[in-house]
C-alpha cells in the first residue's frame, strides 16, 4: 500500500447509494465496522476492491467507495483470486453470503483456502437465504423450520471454522455484527494478514430467521480474547470450532505462527514486485525466434 | 497435386511410442523443407487399445491429413492386421519382423518390410521402441532422402543424453542402409526445400499466439482436447512471466479469467465443451460488466462425455445459446492450425476494443493435430492496441467517471481498478452509466432500455474488426462449398480436385461466426447456382444459423458426425451425389482400419459399405 497523501477517514468510504438492506439487518454493522477497518488501516479507497457474489449482502460493494464488483453466485473468490493475481498491490475484500460461500460456492472457499491467496473473505451468516425469502441455508440449525424445511431441517449444520481449519486456512476468525468495534479489530488483522483470512460473522436476518436472532447470539457468545484461548494452537482452534451450545466462541480462533507465503507472491510471475497489469505484455524478438525454434 | 506427396500411418497401441516416432519423423522433413500435416486417431486410455497417426508430407504444403496411406509403419501385430489392407499398389508396410507377421496376404502391389530389428537395434531387447527408430530410418530411405536430418532430430530430442543420441542414430542408420539394400523405394521421392517450416499443433499455436498478443493470464482445468495449452503456457510461464494457474474447476477457471481481465491484464481460458457448460453464466457476466475475456472451446465429439478423443464441429448452438440473456458476443472458429496463432491476437483485440466476450471455437482435429507452418508466419510482432482503456489517473477527465457512460458508439472507456479519481462497482446486475444497480429499485424502464440499447450499439461497426469470408475459386463458379472454421483446408482440396474433373464450384470459408457477414456471404451466394454447405455435426448447426441471420437456403448438406474427420475423398464423392439430387449426404469414415471390436463382441454392420476395399480381411475369432 503506498502512504495516502491525506489521512483517509471513515467518511471516505460512505458511498452515496444508501443500502436497501431491511431496517435492524446484521448487515449494516458489517458494514460499518469494514468502513473503521479500512480508515484505521489507512487503505486508500483506489486501492481497495471489494468483491462479492450474490445475496443480499452481496449488495455491499454498492455501498462502500472503493473499486468494487457484484459477480455471480458463489463465484466471488475464483473472481477475487484473478483480480488479486493480476494486481498484488490491491487490498482485496471478498464479501457474500452463507449461501454464497458456504452452499453454492462451497468448492470455491475450500480452495482458495488451500490456494492461499491473500484475499479476505467477510461471510455474513444469517443461517438462512434471506433474498429468496426464506429458505434452509447451509448452516442453518438442524431441525430449524423455513419455507422449505417447514418440518424442520433434516440436514446437518456446516461448521465453518472446523472447515477453514481442515482447509488450511492461516487466519480463521468470527464476530458478530451486533459488536462491530470487536468485528472491526477482526477485519484488520485478517486484511493485514498475508494470505488467506476468512472472518465469519453472525449477521442476524431479523425478516427471515427467528431463531438465530440477537438475542440469541448475545446469549451464547463469549470473546475468545477472554477465554486464554492460544490462537497459534490449530488443535485449540479446532475444539474451540467444535463448540456451539451453550456457548459460542467468537474471535481469532487461529492465526497460523508459521504463516505460509501466499500465492500471489508464490507465482513465478508476480516476484518480481510489479503487478501483472503494470508489467510489459509484449515479447521481443529474440525470445519470439527461441519460441518459434522450438517447433523446429 | 502435381508435387509428390507421402502419407505414412503410424499404428501402435498408447505407450508403444507411434507420437514420439511421428514427431521424429515430421520434424527431420521439415528441417528440409517437407510440409507436413498430422491427425492422430486415438482413443480414451493411457495404456493399450489402438492410435493411428497420419502424417502426410509434401514440399507443396498439405491442408489436411489426405485420404489415402503409402506408408504403414505398424508398431503391434494389430496395427499390421488393421492397416495392411488399406494400402495401395506401390504402398510400403514396415513393421518388426522378427516379432509380427501379417496375417493376410497384402494387396497387390504392396511392399511386405519386415525389418529384423534384432540385428539392427541389438538394445530393442530391453528397449522395445528402438523398434521405432529402425523403422522410422527405412521409412526415410524409402521416401528417397538423405540421413542427417533425421541424425539431427535425435541430437536435439535427447539433447542432454549423448549416449542415448547414438544408440538412436546408430538403430536409424541401421534401418536406413538396411531398406536401401532390401526394398524398393517409393516410386516418387520427396524433394528437400529451402523453405523453414515449424512443425506445431493448433493449440500449441493458439497459446503462443495469445502469448504473443499480450497475454498475461492463463487460467485453465485440464480438459482433451484443451490440455496442451495449459501445458504450453506452463512451461512458458516463467520465461515470458506469464501468470498461469490450474484451479478446481471450469467455474473457477472462467471467473479468474474475468477478474484479471477487469483489472485490466489480457487474460484468457480454454476447456471443451463439457467444461465450457460450466463456464457459461460467466460468459454473460463479461457482457453485463463490459469486461473484456477470451474464451477458447476446442470441441469435441458430444453430447455430454461424448466421444472425448473424436472431433467434432457441434458445439455451435452452445456457443450461441451460452449464457441467458439477450447480450454481444463474439465467436470466430479458426481454419486451421496457423491460423490459430492469429486468432488470440483479433480476439484480444475485438474483447479490448469492444468490451464484451470472445469464444474461440477450435476443435480436436485442429487443435491437437499439427501442421508446418512458415516460419515468416509466426515472427511477426502483434500490434497490443486496448481500445479506450484508462490505465493512468495523468491526464484530464471528467467528473464524475462514468464507467458505463452512454457513447455513441456505445464503447465506455474503462478505467482499470487501482487509479485513484475512477472509483466505480461493476454489477451483473442492470446497472446506469454510474454503474449503480438498477435492479433493486422498483422499476425504471427507460434507464434499462438505455443500457441494453447501449451495449447493443458496440456492434454496430464491429464486423471491421472481424476476418471476412474468404471466397477461393471463380466468382461465377456453378456450385458454392461453405465451410466454417478447420474443414477450410479439406475443402479447399476437394474443391480443387473437382475443378480439375470439370466441376464448376468455388469455396467460401467463414471465420466469423458471430456476428456473421451476411452481406459479404449473401454477394457470393447469389451468385452461384447451388449452395452446399459442409460441416461436422448431424443438425446442420452452421446451416440453420446463416439461414437466421440470411434467409439462405442452402441446396445440399454434407455432414460428417462419426467421430472421424472429413478427408478430401468425403466431399468430392458427396458433392457428386449433391449434383445428382441428394439434398444431405452423411459421409462415413469406412476404411477396414477404423474396424473395432465392440467391448461385448460384435464390430458393427461393416459389410456392403460405400468405400469399403477389404481384400483378404482376417477372420475375426
Redesign the interface.
Known amino acids: 500500500m503506498t502512504p495516502p497523501a491525506t489521512l483517509v477517514e471513515v467518511k471516505d468510504f460512505k458511498s452515496e447509494?444508501h443500502p436497501?438492506w431491511c431496517p435492524g439487518c446484521g448487515d449494516f454493522g458489517v458494514l460499518t465496522s469494514l468502513y473503521k477497518a479500512c480508515a484505521e488501516l489507512q487503505i486508500?479507497?483506489?486501492?481497495l476492491?471489494?468483491?462479492s457474489g450474490?445475496g443480499c449482502s452481496s449488495?455491499l460493494?454498492?455501498f462502500i467507495?472503493?473499486?468494487?464488483?457484484?459477480?455471480?453466485h458463489g463465484?466471488l473468490l475464483?473472481?477475487?483470486?484473478?483480480?488479486k493475481?493480476?494486481?498484488q498491490?490491491?487490498t482485496v475484500v471478498g464479501t457474500g453470503g452463507d449461501g454464497d460461500g458456504y452452499g453454492i460456492g462451497l468448492?470455491?472457499f475450500i480452495?482458495a483456502m488451500r490456494?492461499n491467496i491473500d484475499v479476505t473473505y467477510i461471510v455474513m451468516n444469517n443461517e438462512i437465504y434471506g433474498l429468496t425469502t426464506g429458505q434452509v441455508s447451509p448452516t442453518s440449525e438442524t431441525g430449524m423450520k423455513t419455507k422449505t424445511s417447514p418440518f424442520g431441517n433434516l440436514e446437518g449444520m456446516l461448521n465453518p471454522m472446523a472447515l477453514a481449519l481442515a482447509a488450511g486456512c492461516g487466519f480463521v476468525a468470527r464476530g458478530f455484527s451486533g459488536q462491530p468495534k470487536h468485528l472491526a479489530e477482526l477485519y484488520k488483522a485478517g486484511i493485514q494478514h498475508k494470505g488467506f483470512a476468512l472472518i465469519d460473522v453472525f449477521s442476524p436476518c431479523v425478516t427471515f430467521n427467528k431463531l438465530n436472532t440477537y438475542q440469541y447470539f448475545r446469549e451464547r457468545i463469549y470473546k475468545l480474547e477472554d477465554a486464554a484461548h492460544d490462537t497459534g494452537s490449530f488443535h485449540a482452534a479446532m475444539d474451540r470450532a467444535l463448540e456451539w451450545d451453550p456457548k459460542i466462541p467468537i474471535g481469532l480462533f487461529y492465526r497460523n505462527p508459521d504463516p505460509q507465503p501466499s500465492l500471489d507472491t508464490l507465482?513465478?510471475?508476480?516476484t518480481?514486485g510489479v503487478?501483472?497489469?503494470h508489467?510489459?505484455?509484449?515479447?521481443d524478438?529474440e525470445?519470439?525466434?527461441e519460441?518459434?525454434r522450438e517447433?523446429? | 497435386m502435381s508435387e509428390p506427396e507421402v502419407v505414412v500411418g503410424i499404428g501402435g497401441a498408447a505407450g508403444d511410442g507411434t507420437a514420439s516416432a511421428g514427431n521424429t519423423l515430421v520434424l527431420s522433413m521439415a528441417r528440409q523443407g517437407i510440409a507436413g500435416y498430422s491427425y492422430n486417431s486415438y482413443q480414451s486410455v493411457i495404456r493399450g487399445g489402438h492410435s493411428w497417426l497420419r502424417l502426410r508430407f509434401s514440399a507443396k504444403k498439405p491442408l489436411n491429413q489426405g485420404d489415402q496411406v503409402d506408408v504403414v509403419i505398424a508398431l503391434n501385430q494389430d496395427s499390421l492386421d488393421r492397416h495392411l489392407q488399406e494400402l495401395q499398389p506401390g504402398g510400403i508396410c514396415l513393421y518388426n519382423g522378427a516379432k509380427f507377421q501379417p496375417s493376410y496376404d497384402p494387396p497387390a502391389g504392396v511392399q511386405l518390410c519386415g525389418l529384423p530389428v534384432p540385428d539392427l537395434a541389438p538394445d530393442s531387447a530391453k528397449l522395445p521402441v528402438m523398434q521405432n527408430t529402425v523403422a522410422v530410418g527405412a521409412a526415410v530411405q524409402l521416401m528417397g532422402l538423405g540421413f542427417e536430418t533425421l541424425a539431427s532430430v535425435f541430437e536435439t530430442t535427447f539433447a542432454k543424453k549423448p549416449a542415448v543420441v547414438q544408440k538412436n542414430v546408430e538403430a536409424a542408420r541401421n534401418g536406413y542402409d538396411y531398406a536401401a539394400k532390401n526394398f524398393r523405394p517409393l516410386a516418387t521421392p520427396l524433394h528437400p526445400t529451402d523453405q523453414k517450416w515449424a512443425q506445431c499443433s493448433g493449440n500449441e499455436l493458439l497459446a503462443m499466439g495469445a502469448a504473443l498478443a499480450g497475454c498475461k493470464f492463463y487460467v485453465a482445468y485440464p480438459m482433451s482436447p484443451a490440455t496442451h495449452i495449459l501445458e504450453w503456457f506452463a512451461n512458458h510461464a516463467k520465461r515470458l512471466g506469464i501468470c498461469v494457474r490450474q484451479v478446481e474447476d471450469e467455474i473457477s477457471v472462467v471467473n479468474m479469467c474475468i477478474g484479471a481481465n477487469h483489472m485490466g491484464v489480457r487474460a484468457m481460458c480454454a476447456t471443451s465443451g463439457g467444461g465450457f457448460a460450466l463456464m457459461t453464466e460467466a460468459i454473460g457476466m463479461s457482457a453485463m460488466f463490459e469486461t473484456p475475456a477470451v474464451v477458447i472451446n476446442v470441441m469435441r465429439a458430444g453430447p455430454s462425455t461424448g466421444v472425448p478423443t473424436k472431433t467434432e464441429q457441434a458445439d455451435l448452438n452452445q456457443a450461441f445459446g451460452a449464457s441467458q440473456g439477450d447480450f454481444e458476443r463474439v465467436v470466430i472458429a479458426p481454419l486451421s492450425m496457423g491460423d490459430c496463432f492469429v486468432t488470440p491476437a483479433v480476439a484480444f483485440h475485438v474483447a479490448d476494443k469492444y468490451q464484451l466476450p470472445v469464444l474461440i471455437l477450435g476443435d480436436l482435429l485442429l487443435c491437437e493435430g499439427s501442421e508446418t507452418v512458415a516460419t515468416e508466419v509466426l515472427d511477426v510482432g502483434f500490434p497490443i492496441d486496448r481500445g479506450e482503456l484508462i490505465t493512468t489517473a495523468d491526464g484530464p477527465r471528467q467528473e464524475p467517471y462514468l464507467r458505463y457512460k452512454d457513447t455513441p458508439s456505445g464503447i465506455s472507456p474503462r478505467a482499470i481498478p487501482g487509479l485513484p479519481g475512477y472509483l466505480y462497482t461493476s454489477g451483473t446486475d442492470e446497472h446506469d452509466e454510474d454503474g449503480v444497480l438498477l435492479s433493486d429499485v422498483f422499476t425504471d424502464p427507460i434507464r434499462r432500455k438505455k443500457m441494453v440499447d447501449k451495449r447493443h450499439r458496440k456492434l454496430s461497426t464491429i464486423l471491421e474488426d472481424l476476418p471476412p469470408p474468404i471466397l477461393e475459386g471463380p466468382a461465377d463458379a456453378e456450385t458454392t462449398l461453405l465451410g466454417w472454421g478447420s474443414t477450410w483446408g479439406v475443402i479447399k482440396e476437394a474443391a480443387e480436385r473437382l475443378t480439375a474433373a470439370g466441376v464448376s464450384v468455388n469455396h467460401l470459408q467463414i471465420k466469423t461466426i458471430i456476428p456473421l457477414h451476411g452481406d459479404d456471404i449473401t454477394a457470393v451466394v447469389e451468385k452461384s447456382r447451388r449452395l452446399i454447405i459442409i460441416e461436422n455435426n448431424h443438425s446442420g448447426q452452421f446451416a440453420r444459423h446463416l439461414r437466421a441471420e440470411t434467409g439462405i437456403v442452402a441446396d445440399g448438406h454434407i455432414r460428417k458426425y462419426d467421430g472421424e474427420p472429413f478427408e478430401p475423398k468425403h466431399i468430392v464423392s458427396a458433392v457428386s451425389d449433391i449434383i445428382d439430387g441428394q439434398t444431405i449426404v452423411n459421409v462415413l469414415s469406412t476404411e477396414p482400419g477404423w474396424r473395432t471390436d465392440h467391448p461385448t463382441g460384435t464390430s458393427g454392420p461393416w459389410e456392403g459399405l460405400k468405400q469399403v476395399t477389404r481384400p483378404g480381411v482376417p477372420a475375426k475369432a
Open positions: 447509494v436497501d486508500p479507497p483506489h486501492e476492491m471489494v468483491v450474490i449488495n460493494p454498492g467507495r472503493s473499486y468494487g464488483v457484484h459477480t455471480l463465484r475464483p473472481f477475487a483470486t484473478g483480480c493475481l493480476a494486481n498491490n490491491m468448492n470455491h480452495q490456494r507465482d513465478p510471475a508476480l518480481t503487478p501483472l497489469v508489467q510489459n505484455c509484449t515479447v524478438a525470445t519470439r525466434g519460441l518459434i517447433f523446429m
